[in-house]
């Protein structure tokens, strides 16, 4: 079995996926962040609700340039349309909320370089919060909200959030990455997670 730097791992029937071994690092930071979450009661009434849009703005802003990277798009197949950010911002017309001037430059910017394994640990949450999505968008619909007004963000892809979500595992999982690179990705996911836990603090103070 080659242990030198420069090798590549890829999982293999003898141990967990790539995307089970990132859901096991990353949970307790993932858990953590729901509840911060929930306890500030994001549809409890469209004002708050309002406030949700903003951070999922903030956040989708800080990774919007990944989707049209090339090399991001020929390991990822269908990156492109996966990107939320539109969706977000048609969401804050319908409720008449101008999208907030959040007055720092993007994590990723257009063009820049950017570490794969990191950039991965970063697509794996906004991907992961799209699977759990089903539930917040059964909570907008209390507040009058749907996929076809005000929470389409939150809707589910064409061909369903489960299969919508093994399509990414499957072509993250068969990424093949340096031992060095491996725990890379961890860091990013868990990067990705503390960035909306702060987004949390600053939007529901």
């Known amino acids: 079995m080659p242990t030198d730097e420069t090798s590549t791992t ?3 029937a003898e141990q967990a996926s790539r995307g089970k071994r990132l859901k096991a690092a990353t949970g307790e930071t993932h858990d953590r962040l729901d509840r911060a979450i929930m306890r500030r009661e994001p549809f409890a009434s469209r004002e708050r609700y309002g406030r949700f849009l903003s951070l999922q ?3 989708h802003r800080d ?3 990944l989707y049209d990277d090339a090399g991001l798009q020929a390991v990822l197949p269908d990156l492109k349309v996966r990107r939320r950010l539109p969706l977000i911002v048609r969401d804050l017309a319908d409720l008449g909320v101008l ?3 959040h007055g720092l430059e993007p994590v990723f910017a257009d063009g820049a370089p950017a570490d794969l394994a990191t950039v991965l640990g970063w697509l794996y949450v906004a991907e992961g919060s799209n699977l759990g999505a089903a ?5 907008a619909g209390k507040i009058g909200l749907s996929e076809r007004f005000g929470a389409c963000h939150l809707g589910a ?3 369903g959030r489960g299969l919508h979500w093994r399509t990414f595992t499957a072509a993250l999982d ?3 990455l340096t031992v060095d690179e491996e725990p890379r990705v ?3 996911a868990e990067a990705a997670f503390r960035r909306v836990h702060g987004l949390v603090m600053e939007m529901f103070p």
């Open 157 to 159: 892809a064409p061909e």
């Open 174 to 176: 068969a990424l093949p």
């Open 99 to 101: 999208p907030p001037d």
């Open 10 to 12: 890829k999982p293999g």
């Open 186 to 188: 961890v860091a990013g």
């Open 57 to 59: 703005h903030a956040f």
């Open 63 to 65: 990774i919007d340039a």
């Open 135 to 139: 539930f917040l968008l059964k909570e």
